[in-house]
DNA sequence: GCGCGATGTATCGCCGCGATACATCGGACG
DNA sequence: CGTCCGATGTATCGCGGCGATACATCGCGC
């Protein structure tokens, strides 16, 4: 979601509509666009719901020409306190949200904000969800194999191993996470 | 687009929705859903549109019981000409539509309904959109490699390998196309 | 001095998603 | 022999994101 990419980046620093959607595509890369018709309307909401301020970083309005069409000053977004709650609330949720496609690389685009025990249950149910998936896939790739075009199979087998990769590198992150949080109590 | 998808399967047989939707599952695999929330809005679009035609395939409504909550039969739905006209118009499309990162994938799927030469435009169409944000992020990761922290960088880079694993299977693709068509006129 | 691309705010309609509701049917299990 | 459950089946609703588009300003090169 959207609304968490905002707060973690205003967390930082307070920024503006533009520098907010650079920051997001340099944060998330290849993963997410996040268009301005997603994050004009978004920071509308989290405005009137009051995590968030806007202001004007413009004073220079004044009464200069334009009754009509007036001059668009730069309007900077603040968290608020209540802003900085939800943060930390949706920082510490790993619940299955925290685990679908889109929400996943939010997430974990802000794990160094994150606690590191929430960090590894949600790494680890990102991992078991994408799992399922596969061998629902596999299964049913089994059952109807035969019946399918080479292309349709092709899809199927990239797809297949695309999940493959992100399980490994799953695998991979968990494991260094444990092995730094060395408060070993289980491990012989 | 969901329209492509449904037009491709049921040019193959006539189907409703339910099995609309388990065909979907088959021949998407891992790479995109499709819930009844779009494919029943679609149905009717397409409908009222003139693409499809909607039938009861269960004639045993009749007199029975109720006069309300009337017992809901099967609904099978059947591709008209104009339907069958709009298929090839959209396998026909080679544009930037077609290499959008949720179209892409229903055109591979039903590639063996695709004329060999808008096959190999497509995969090309895609694989340069790919290369043009793989570069973007790249320019834009080394700008700002410094400043990120590490969860974030290795999202970056995970991205980064993922994409590039797309674009050398899109290269074998391609090359499997071409010297599948040997009317080589230009190779020496 | 003029145009063009970057900066900047904003809206609109489309489409897909997840949740939910509701109904029927066949088989498993007590 | 009843009943409960999971698969089959049709359908809607609200939300959130996307791409296109509009419009305005600023700084730079030519």
Redesign the interface.
């Known amino acids: 979601m959207l609304e968490l990419a905002v707060l973690g980046l205003l967390h930082e620093s307070p920024l503006h509509g533009y520098e907010l959607r650079q920051r997001l595509?340099?944060?998330?890369?290849?993963?997410r666009a996040f268009s301005y018709g997603s994050l004009y309307p978004t920071l509308r909401r989290m405005r009137d719901t009051g995590w968030i301020t806007e202001d004007e970083g413009d004073a220079e309005v004044v009464a200069g020409a334009p009754p009509l069409t007036g001059r668009r000053g730069k309007v900077v977004y603040r968290l608020t306190a209540e802003g900085k709650e939800r943060l930390q609330e949706l920082l510490a949720e790993a619940g299955p949200s925290s685990w679908e496609d889109e929400t996943f690389?939010v997430h974990?685009?802000?794990?160094?904000q994150t606690d590191p025990e929430v960090r590894v249950r949600i790494l680890e149910g990102r991992r078991s969800r994408l799992e399922e998936?596969?061998e629902g896939?596999r299964a049913?790739?089994a059952r109807?194999r035969a019946r399918?075009?080479?292309?349709?199979l092709?899809?199927?087998e990239?797809?297949?191993e695309?999940?493959d990769?992100?399980v490994r590198?799953l695998t991979e992150?968990i494991e260094t996470e444990r092995s730094q949080s060395n408060t070993g109590t289980t491990q012989p």
């Not at 595509?25 to 993963?31: H, V």
């Open positions: 595509k340099a944060t998330l890369g290849t993963f690389g974990f685009a802000f794990f160094s998936r596969r896939v049913s790739l109807t399918l075009d080479s292309y349709t092709q899809l199927q990239h797809g297949l695309s999940v990769r992100e590198w992150l």
